[in-house]
């Protein structure tokens, strides 16, 4: 092979990743996730270590987020989760919402590609119940007048919620109310049923004969859209396609794509230059698709899979100080956000630690992960909100209530700001320097 051939086969192979990485990612993340045993404890395989689970199920998580939980890269800490991993390939499914009254809830809808296609919830289609019939393919099904029809992109869907707890004290209310969140089949039965993930909980991502059966079996399932046909075609040179067997892709083949993925793993996980200033940098600029940027699609699935549309939430984060240097919970640093300042959010905001290697949250002394405008400690002066950051508590004791833990090493804060106002999606908005003070 010349040298020329041999480089642009290496190009080819970093392509086939970055388009395909969100295919993986999705995998990865329906394998720890979805469900191995139904509500009544029937597991779906036969062993809780099988990779058959139970798709189209409601799966309520109960309590906040905390640094326990390790099946999602990133999460919140100020909602509970609610999650389906939806096959609607075979027939239609029907999503009964209740009313929520005053409550903030959004269900994200996400194609295989993670793309955030369609957004149920408060901002768009109101708080009162409705009845949502989900559906895959170019026709669609016929439906009664209270069915609101939802067209999927790709057989496999994520339906990944949120529903607004205001503390401890509210958690019951809260649990009752997901579970008016029901999946059924157009006929009014139980939606769930069995599937074979075909990944183990834990799978890594470095394993090129891994990635490829795992990726080519997406593709199946989930043909890219006709516009995209002919770019992934050229991936076959790579061992990247719907019709590959893997079993006989030769070595050569598989280092030159074993090499793609250490490559693109390690350019996604480079800390982003401060484009909104002060450290800051907006990591998901979506709407309801990433269209051609195949480079953004890959960062956020690698590192903020399941994020929603910049309309519904804005994800502002950093992991670097105003002059630029890594965030480092072996110093303290000041947030100050002015009286005139703040986060303009319709729904809520909040600012949440985050370890850098792992992407998860943070053990600390005293239990707490975000700070934002619900936390009912935070203290305000003429000087507006100014927040602190490190591993260890401010000296000060009347600064700990705006106090926020760091690890003891590299970490990233990021500030969700849902339903945010016109002035952040318009990225009109001065975001504070994170300043670094001396260390403590």
Known sequence: MSCSASENITALARDAVLYTLPLFEMARARAAMCPRRDDSGQFAGDSPDSTVGWVNQMVRGRQLLGPRNREIVTPNNDTLYLSAWLDVGDEPLVLEVPDTAARYYVLGLLDFYTNPFESIGTRTTGNGARRFLL???????PVDGDLTPIACPTRDVWLIGRILVDGMDDLAAAHALQDRFVLKTLSGKPAQRRFDVGVARRAATGDPRLYTAVVNAALVRNPPPAAESAVVARYAAVGIGANIDVSMLEAPALATLGSALDQVIG?????????????????????????????????????????????????????????????????????????????????????????????????????????????????????????????????????????????DGLFYIMLRIYIPSAVHVEQRFHYPPIRRVQPQ
């Open 135 to 141: 559906y895959y393919g170019d026709v669609a099904p």
């Open 267 to 407: 350019e996604l996980g480079v800390p982003q230059p401060s484009a909104l200033g002060g450290g800051w940098f907006l990591p998901v600029e979506v709407r309801a698709s990433f269209g051609d940027d195949y480079l953004t699609r890959a960062h956020v699935s690698r590192n903020y899979i399941g994020a929603l549309g910049v309309e519904e939430a804005m994800y502002v984060t950093a992991d670097c100080d105003n002059e630029g240097h890594p965030l480092d919970g072996r110093y303290a640093y000041e947030l100050s956000f002015p009286p005139d300042g703040l986060p303009q959010a319709q729904a809520f905001w909040s600012i949440t630690m985050y370890d850098k290697a792992s992407c998860m949250l943070v053990e600390n002394a005293i239990d707490r992960h975000s700070i934002g405008d619900r936390s009912p400690q935070l203290r305000y002066d003429e000087r507006g909100l100014s927040l602190h950051i490190s591993a260890t508590p401010p000296l000060d004791a009347a600064m700990r209530s705006n106090w926020l833990p760091a690890p």
